[in-house]
């Protein structure tokens, strides 16, 4: 049965750094991966999606990485912003036929200004 | 651009009560899925359709079901309510002709049961 995990449950890091949120998957079957952003209380925004033949995908700020072999991907984030805080949630999609998204727990982000 | 249109936005009912929860795909996409969402949890795939037939089942109760009509909008339909039904949810819609099918998702409903 697969699992996603995201560590740390949460993150809080001054503005400007560059940070890297984690998530791992216990079966390397898998079609692809996406990394969402939640607000509280609100709707899920998809970032960015990576298919199982990827290594990574970069959308402006946003680098995300997929390694199926050791089952992790990373979702890097540079020069973080105030407004990047947000809870991120990756989850995993098990195959071409099967639609349902495995989902991680999310690592909540805390920018300070 | 268009996105993933899902009504109402909020909704209260009482234990026992019934609710329906519409939601409208992008255009052009073919494909709706259902989650749940419980307070502080992580989204819980409920079921999803394809060209109007259901594609794949995860954990809907027995008491909801769900259909996607000729116009490819969806509704869950929601029987004998209970307090636990209180979540946030979610419709996605996807389009087997964009990369991996990604989802993208609706701003959710969210369902207060007293």
């Known amino acids: 049965k697969q699992e996603v995990t995201q560590i740390p449950a949460a993150l809080s890091v001054p503005e400007g750094e560059n940070l890297v949120l984690n998530c791992s998957f216990t079966?390397?079957?898998?079609?692809?991966l996406q990394w969402f952003r939640q607000d509280p209380g609100k709707g899920l925004t998809s970032l960015l999606l990576?298919?199982?033949s990827q290594r990574e995908q970069t959308s402006g700020r946003l680098n995300a990485s997929l390694d199926k072999s050791s089952g992790r991907s990373t979702l890097y984030i540079a020069a973080s912003q105030p407004g990047d805080s947000a809870t991120y949630l990756c989850?995993?999609?098990?195959?071409?036929?099967?639609?349902?998204?495995?989902w991680g727990a999310g690592t909540k982000l805390i920018i300070k200004p | 651009a268009a996105g993933v249109i899902q009504s109402p936005r909020h909704l209260i009912k009482e234990k026992r009560e019934t609710a329906t929860l519409k939601c409208y795909p992008i255009?052009?996409?073919?494909?709706v899925y259902w989650y749940q969402q419980g307070p502080g949890q992580d989204p819980q795939f409920l079921i999803s359709?394809?060209?109007?037939?259901?594609?794949d089942k995860g954990s809907i109760p027995d008491r909801f079901s769900a259909q996607q009509f000729s116009d490819y909008h969806s509704e869950l339909n929601m029987s004998s309510l209970e307090l636990g039904d209180s979540a946030l949810y979610f419709c996605?819609?996807?389009?087997?002709?964009?990369?991996?099918?990604?989802?993208?998702f609706g701003p959710g409903t969210r369902l207060t049961v007293l």
């Open positions: 079966d390397s079957a898998i079609y692809n």
């Open positions: 359709f394809y060209e109007k037939m259901q594609s």
């Open positions: 255009p052009r996409h073919d494909t």
């Open positions: 990576i298919q199982s």
């Open positions: 996605a819609s996807s389009s087997w002709t964009s990369m991996g099918n990604e989802q993208f």
């Open positions: 989850a995993v999609r098990l195959g071409d036929s099967n639609y349902q998204l495995i």
